[in-house]
């Protein structure tokens, strides 16, 4: 059971946070409008931050301790938000943790181009754009850099270093995935089995996913990054594909969400390759509940959990 301000958490992201297409047809402008909203120029005090492009245009902000020299450590983040929403206000507070957490790391943000003007592959390519410029024009080392990202920036990391792989270059040293939107099937079994729990994409009132109601939801705006391609790539649905030469992660998922199964998947397929992998369910949770640090005592727990990762990762005691 969700504690007591999970379940007040709960109850306000219902209210304000919920995109079923059965009852909210234009989820996309709901999407882009909150967005904006959240939208603001906030970051850690003390801290710099800056605007800045690859030679080939991909936008990235940059946040370090102000006046800290540079140790080569690297949280390379990229944001939730369908591939719809832009890159937000809250987003820039995560830099602040993992500066003390990571030993004086910096944090780069990927302010990827957003659908449904810009479709598959563009945030992909953006993504591969920016850790090439990481890793050569910036002289970052792969084995110092850690990625993370929460729902379609899960995915977006998931398929990085994926094509990486497959390209036969270096990954990063680690990567954690809050709340990984990974297939884009909707034929896992928690798709269907949580569609009256979810909160945020399920329907808690009218629980009974029916075949009109699925087609709706999976044809919706909310999977216009996708455009003609194909859903089984597994450059747009990771959890389809294979995990060998993948560094060790670290996933945090809500038991009520439609999407545990991405994670889920992922994760055993990861443990069948042998590669240490750490994943962190909690009980009543809803989509990217972590990202709400401490908001409520799971959001707490869960963000801690990937600190701890983190730290372990750059062996700091």
């Given amino acids: 059971m969700p504690s007591f301000k999970g379940k007040v958490c709960r109850a306000a992201m219902r209210k304000m946070n919920n995109f079923n297409v059965y009852y909210t047809p234009d989820a996309v402008t709901k999407m882009k409008k909150i967005s904006a909203k959240l939208e603001n120029d906030d970051y850690p005090e003390g801290f710099v931050r800056t605007k800045e492009e ?19 450590r690297l949280i390379l983040y990229f944001h939730g938000g369908a591939y719809i929403a832009g890159l937000f ?17 910096e944090t780069i943000f990927l302010d990827y181009k957003t659908a449904p003007e810009y479709q598959y592959p563009t945030q992909l390519n953006e993504a591969l754009d920016l850790w090439y410029d990481l890793t ?9 850099i850690i990625i993370g990202g ?28 809050i709340s990984a939107w990974a297939d884009m099937t909707g034929e896992s079994e928690s798709f269907t089995a949580n569609y009256g729990k979810d909160i945020e994409f ?6 009974d996913v029916d075949v009109e109601k699925k087609w709706r939801m999976m044809h919706s705006g909310i ?3 996708i455009g003609k391609a194909d859903r089984k790539d597994p450059y747009i649905s990771p959890a389809l594909g294979d995990f060998h030469g993948f560094p060790p992660m670290m996933f ?9 199964d991405d994670t889920l998947t ?8 042998n590669i240490p992998v750490l994943c962190e369910t909690q009980p009543g949770m809803f989509h990217i509940y972590t990202t709400m640090r401490d908001m409520m005592p799971e959001s707490q727990h869960s963000w801690n959990r990937i600190l701890k990762y983190i730290r372990i990762m750059y062996h700091i005691q």
């Avoid at 206000?89 to 790391?105: P, S």
């Fill in 89 to 105: 206000g809250f987003y820039r507070d995560f830099a602040e943790d993992f500066y003390y957490e990571a030993g004086n790391a």
């Fill in 223 to 225: 999977y216009s990054f």
């Fill in 252 to 260: 945090t998922v809500g038991e009520d969400e439609m999407l545990l």
């Fill in 54 to 72: 690859t030679p080939s245009g991909t936008k990235f902000e940059r946040l370090q301790k102000k006046d800290a020299p540079r140790n080569g």
């Fill in 136 to 144: 050569t024009r910036q002289n970052y080392k792969p084995e110092e």
């Fill in 150 to 177: 929460d729902s379609a920036g899960a995915n977006l990391l998931l398929a990085m270093m994926m094509k990486l792989r497959d390209n036969g270059e270096k990954l990063p040293l680690g990567a954690f995935c």
């Fill in 266 to 273: 992922i994760v055993e397929k990861l443990k069948k390759e």
């Fill in 202 to 207: 399920g329907d808690i009132w009218h629980p």
